[in-house]
């Protein structure tokens, strides 16, 4: 059992637990000279008929499996139970319970004798261990995932109640406004279309992150012209430059690339729009582009203040506003 235990420490230390049953697995095999399976249990309790690791067996075997894990007793060949078994089944028990079942495919003529058994069985229960506390490391993830989902959502509802109110206060306002002095509808109605606008950029970027982090996101990879891209993008974002000048820089040779158009002219739009709010009016916004050896590098350049280093990492991150942006935004663009 002695280079066991010592497998084991290593074993404990693998970040994945597939690695695990892998590498537990391939130490067997080298120990026994036999093939040897791991199967788990799923949440609920029950055996899964996919190996963690090893090769599958037909549901003969995997019903002798499911016997040694009901029963918490080795089962199969070299047992009473089951003998004309093909494998020899061992359940992987840990404190918690039952978390799977170890299996030995011995060649025709072999048989474990005592010290053979017992240093199987001792690999077991150190396996059986090691299962649980990957598992109860995983349920600690998972609580904290859901503890950051419920600050999350109240961090949401909180940024949007705020990120609402101006412009439907603005809507508000512009429209008794017009009601009472219709002279003045041009500049009104531009105040309301520009507060309108702003909801549905807020109402965007709230559904484009729900659609991310579910995964209903999935780039649709076709040949695109760069160049469109970036006059669709430039013409979506339009008056909101406000005299700014967009300089497209874009290397020739690069301008034929395989890329989901939409999302790359999302990121080009979001990119603008952070230009024109933090550079001087009148001043130049270079989007370049150039060929690199894995694909493209694509940049947006603008005569802003730039970003403190300290906070560019942070930046990605839901709800992350530079510490000197103007009012107004949620931090998701």
């Known amino acids: 059992p002695r280079p066991l235990v010592r497998d084991r420490r290593a074993l404990t230390e693998s970040p994945r637990l597939d690695d695990t049953m892998k590498a537990s697995v391939e130490r067997l095999r080298e120990i026994f000279g036999a093939e040897i399976a791991i199967f788990l249990t799923d949440e609920n309790g029950r055996l899964r008929t ?6 599958p067996v037909n549901d003969r075997e995997l019903g002798v499996a499911s016997w040694a894990l009901t029963h918490r007793e080795a ?12 494998g020899f089944y061992l359940p992987l028990r840990a404190p918690g319970g039952v978390v799977g079942v170890l299996a030995l495919f011995a060649p025709a003529h072999a048989n474990p004798g005592f010290e053979e058994r017992q240093m199987l069985e001792t690999f077991a229960a150190q ?13 600690a993830e998972r ?3 859901e503890e950051k989902s419920r600050q999350l959502q109240k961090t949401l509802l909180d940024s949007v109640s ?10 508000a306002t512009a429209t008794d406004r017009l009601r009472a002095r219709p002279a003045e509808s041009r500049s009104l109605l531009d105040e309301i279309a520009a507060a309108v606008a702003r909801l549905e ?5 709230l559904l484009d992150i729900t659609r991310i982090e579910t995964g209903a996101v999935r780039p649709r990879l076709e040949w695109c012209d760069l160049h469109e891209i970036v006059d669709v993008a430039v013409a979506r974002v339009g008056a909101e430059l406000d005299g700014r000048i967009v300089e497209p820089d874009l290397d020739d040779t690069s301008c034929t690339l395989k890329v989901d158009a939409g999302l790359l002219e999302e990121i080009l739009v979001n990119l603008l729009r952070n230009s024109a709010q933090h550079s001087p009016t009148a001043s130049t916004i270079r989007i370049s582009s150039r060929a690199t050896a894995d694909g493209l590098a694509l940049s947006v350049l603008d005569e802003g203040p ?3 280093p300290a906070t560019a990492a942070q930046l990605f991150e839901k709800f992350q506003r530079g510490a000197d942006a103007r009012p107004g935004g949620l931090g998701l663009g």
């Open 127 to 139: 396996l059986g261990l090691v299962v649980e506390q990957y598992r109860l490391q995983a349920e």
């Open 201 to 205: 950029r807020v109402v965007g970027n």
């Open 143 to 145: 609580s904290q995932f």
């Open 50 to 55: 996919e190996p963690a690791a090893g090769p």
């Open 162 to 171: 705020h990120e609402f109110k101006t412009p439907l206060a603005v809507i």
């Open 75 to 86: 089962a199969g060949r070299f047992t009473n139970t089951l003998p004309q078994s093909g």
């Open 306 to 308: 730039g970003i403190d």
